[in-house]
């Protein structure tokens, strides 16, 4: 059962005061982080306990020690370029192919191995994209869990009119996609070309969520993020299995808003984000969305149904803007955040599960676009948030992915695809 604890002002407060010293917990070496993270910890320690209570599902069994391994990154595939890659995917752990979504429009395929050498055009949308914004394009994809049999995977991107929820089918005994077969499942505005959000994934639940941004410009002009009359600033949850009239999608009956006499959209799962860049779910079900901030603070949430992160009223524990109408007792905190110091936009990963690198498991590893830092984070079972830097690159790292054994793939808007390994000792 989810446990639920909403912040009170003075914990914000409390938060906010304890921010500074949190960017100490990572440092430039994993040595010197491991050699600072106790001290750091007891800094944040009323702080991480107070978050980490807010969001877990299900708390760690034992406490995680600091990862110990050396790491680097390899080119996962590196005879491969890909054209302003964003995210990568596989249907199942039975499926060999890999699934690489480019902003420009296309999704390549090839057999997820590292001698591969060429991709297919598994589905290409270019013509049909608005793609003059940094953040526009073709940002998401998702198979469904039963893409095995019935073919069918999601995509999100954006016209010039907003972004498209889109359903596709792939051809009848073919691995390709059928361009004909689309059907638009959900449509919304974005009145500037930034803060798209743009990701899509099917929960534990079997339901679609969607990350959609604020709307875009800067500050949240027209307070999205805190209107749930609208789509903006939030994560969205549909039942894609079922239809509603002319909908191709039906509300989920224990959507937190279902049946509110406010106008709120009952698509609304949780709200008050700024810019959700990538979120994932782990092997207990907890929802990691990571939100990308305003000019001071990067953050990490744990996302509860019906709950509200606080934009544009709050940057991360700090204090955004004045809303006579939020009452700041019932936002939730996030779990971790970040000054600028350390980077500059956050980019969301995966509970590393893999065996390949026992050391990493059961931690949330992240990185940041601008700095190309890599972080592991945990919480332990007393609720104490440990965040650890575990490698400082060169990369700019537009997403996380998983490959079909479950590896994590590190995508780098440069053109290549990485994956961690542990550090050469010869």
């Known amino acids: 059962m989810k446990r639920m604890i909403l912040i009170s002002t003075a914990m914000i407060l409390l938060l906010s005061s304890a921010a500074c010293s949190s960017s100490t917990v990572t440092t430039t070496t994993v040595t010197t982080a491991l050699t600072t993270a106790s001290t750091a910890a007891s800094v944040h320690e009323t702080t991480t306990q107070a978050t980490a209570s807010t969001a877990p599902t299900q708390a760690p069994q034992e406490t995680l020690g600091p990862v110990s391994v050396g790491l680097q990154i390899e080119n996962a595939y590196p005879a491969m370029s890909f054209e302003r890659p964003l995210f990568l995917a596989s249907p199942s752990s039975s499926n060999p192919w890999i699934y690489v979504v480019e902003q420009t429009g296309r999704i390549l395929m090839f057999e997820d191995q590292t001698s591969a050498t060429e991709a297919s055009v598994f589905l290409d949308i270019s013509d049909r994209i608005e793609g003059e914004g940094n953040e526009q394009g073709l940002l998401g994809l998702a198979f469904h869990p039963d893409f095995e049999q019935n073919r069918l995977f999601f995509i999100n991107y954006?016209?010039?009119?907003?972004?498209?929820?889109?359903?596709?089918?792939?051809?009848?005994?073919?691995?390709?996609?059928?361009?004909?077969?689309?059907?638009?499942?959900?449509?919304?505005?974005?009145?500037?070309?930034?803060?798209?959000?743009?990701?899509?994934?099917?929960?534990?639940?079997?339901?679609l969520y969607i990350a959609t941004g604020d709307g875009g410009s800067g500050g949240d002009p027209d307070n999205n993020a805190q209107n749930r009359t609208n789509l903006l600033g939030c994560i969205l949850r549909i039942d894609v299995d079922q239809t509603e009239g002319s909908r191709l999608y039906m509300i989920p009956d224990d959507n937190p808003f279902v049946g509110n006499a406010q106008g709120f959209r009952e698509e609304?799962?949780?709200?008050?984000?700024?810019?959700?860049?990538?979120?994932?779910?782990?092997?207990?079900?907890?929802?990691?969305?990571?939100?990308?901030?305003?000019?001071?603070?990067?953050?990490i949430d744990l996302i509860l149904s019906g709950q509200n992160y606080g934009w544009n009223v709050m940057e991360g524990t700090r204090i955004f803007k004045d809303n006579p109408d939020v009452d700041l007792s019932t936002l939730i905190a996030p779990v971790w955040e970040y000054d600028h110091e350390q980077g500059r936009s956050i980019t969301g990963g995966y509970v590393y599960a893999s065996n390949l690198i026992p050391d990493l498991q059961d931690r949330?590893?992240?990185?940041?676009?601008?700095?190309?830092?890599?972080w592991a984070l945990w919480i332990d079972p007393d609720g104490q948030v440990q965040n650890q830097e575990i490698l400082d690159t060169d990369l700019k790292i537009s997403s996380f992915g998983l490959a079909?054994?479950?590896d994590l793939r590190i995508i780098d808007l440069q053109g290549q695809i990485y994956k961690l390994v542990e550090a050469d000792q010869s």
Not at 169 to 175: A, I, M, N, S, V
Not at 269 to 295: E, K, M
Not at 364 to 373: P, V
């Open 158 to 207: 954006t016209t010039g009119s907003g972004s498209v929820i889109a359903q596709y089918k792939t051809l009848p005994g073919q691995p390709l996609a059928d361009p004909a077969s689309e059907q638009v499942v959900l449509t919304f505005p974005q009145p500037y070309a930034n803060h798209n959000g743009g990701h899509l994934a099917f929960g534990p639940d079997g339901y």
């Open 268 to 299: 609304i799962y949780a709200f008050g984000l700024r810019n959700p860049w990538r979120f994932s779910f782990d092997t207990t079900g907890n929802l990691w969305a990571a939100d990308v901030g305003q000019g001071d603070i990067e953050e």
């Open 364 to 374: 949330y590893i992240y990185g940041d676009f601008i700095s190309g830092k890599i």
């Open 404 to 406: 079909s054994d479950g």
